[in-house]
Every structure is written in C-alpha cells, then in structure tokens.
C-alpha cells in the first residue's frame, strides 16, 4: 500500500491527534442532543462526556490517519423516550454533523492565540494539528452524512425503520469493513476541500 509510504510519523500522529478531537466532540454533540430531547440513553452508556475513548472507533481512526475522513462508535438511542419521537433521531443524525461544522472557523480563531502564546516550535505542532482536525472534521462530517448503518446517518434508517434497530446494528461491521474497501480503492471522493474553503469564505 504505496499510501503508507507517504505518510509521515509528524502526519500520523497528528491525524490521530484530530480524530480524537472530532471523536470527542462529534460523540458529545450527539449525545448532547439526544438528551436535551429527553434521550438519556446515550447518557447511560457513559456517551455524554468529552473523553473521545467511549467515542472512539479503530477503524473510524485508521481510516482518519490514511485518508483523513473517519467516523465514531455509533450511538444507541431509545426513540419512544425522544419527545419527538423519530424527527428526533432526524434531528440528531443532520443536526450533530451541522453542529459540529461550527468547530472548523472556530480553529481558525484559535491559531494567533496559538501562536501568541507558543513557543515556536510547541506552536507550530499546535498549528499543524488544529489543520488536520480540520481537514479531517471536514471529510468525516462528510462522510457520515451518508445513510449508513454504523455512520450517523444511518440513524435515518433508523428513524424510518425503528423496528430494525437489531437487523442494521447487526448490519454495521459489514458495512463499515465495506466501507473501509471503498476508501482504499480510491471509491469514495473527498469534497472536504471545497467545503473548507466554503466554511472561510462565508
């Protein structure tokens, strides 16, 4: 895998250092807005904190350190407990992803911060990783809006089909190894550079 060559261990680490970021954020946001609509399931399975390890997903970060777009460990949610029943999970599976676009110009407020109180070298490792989490939380926003099982998105199908949350939980592994492929295979285009480049000029 010619990829792997290219990589640098300065790009490695601070992919890995992005996608806990997006993990742990994405993972809070979700949780976050499950239980502002009266959800507490998330909360009970330890998913509402900012820690990215209940987040995180080994494939969603490798896949983060190579092509710079991964995902989380999916979240369980009780629709019955939702008050909006399922346009609630509609509203977490479009809303979260939304949401989480906001931290992108918000890491670009931070960089003269960081660069004011750095020391040069500290700060530009600071500054290459805020870029890095943002091209990866560009690509893995993208990513997730796709109605998978295992993505956020696939918490549409869901929302459509409540009674088959055990048929596409049991779905995910195969679908995200699937998925997995489609990435190696140069299958699944990135855009997260047009959408950066529309989040700094709007």
Known sequence: ???????TMEEIVTRVVALLIFAALQGAILAGLA????????????RLTLNPFP??????????????MG???????????????????????LGG???MLSAIPLADLLA????????????????????????????SVLLNL?????????????????????RLQKAEPVVLVGLCVLLVLGWVPDFSPVLLDWLRLS
């Open 55 to 68: 987040h995180l997903a080994v494939l969603g970060l490798a896949m983060a350190v190579l092509f710079r």
């Open 146 to 166: 796709l109605p998978l099982p295992g993505l956020i998105g696939g918490t549409l199908l869901e929302a459509i089909w409540p009674s088959a949350e055990k």
């Open 97 to 99: 992803p939304l949401l």
């Open 112 to 139: 003269p911060l960081v660069q004011a109180s750095l020391p040069r070298t500290a700060g530009y490792v600071v500054l290459y990783s805020l870029q890095q989490f943002q091209i990866v939380c560009a690509g």
């Open 35 to 46: 239980r502002a609509m009266g959800d507490s399931r998330p909360r009970h399975d330890g």
């Open 1 to 7: 895998m010619n990829f792997l060559n290219n990589l």
């Open 71 to 93: 995902w989380i460990r999916p979240l369980r949610y009780d629709v019955n407990s939702n008050r909006l029943g399922r346009w609630g999970l509609v509203v977490i599976a």
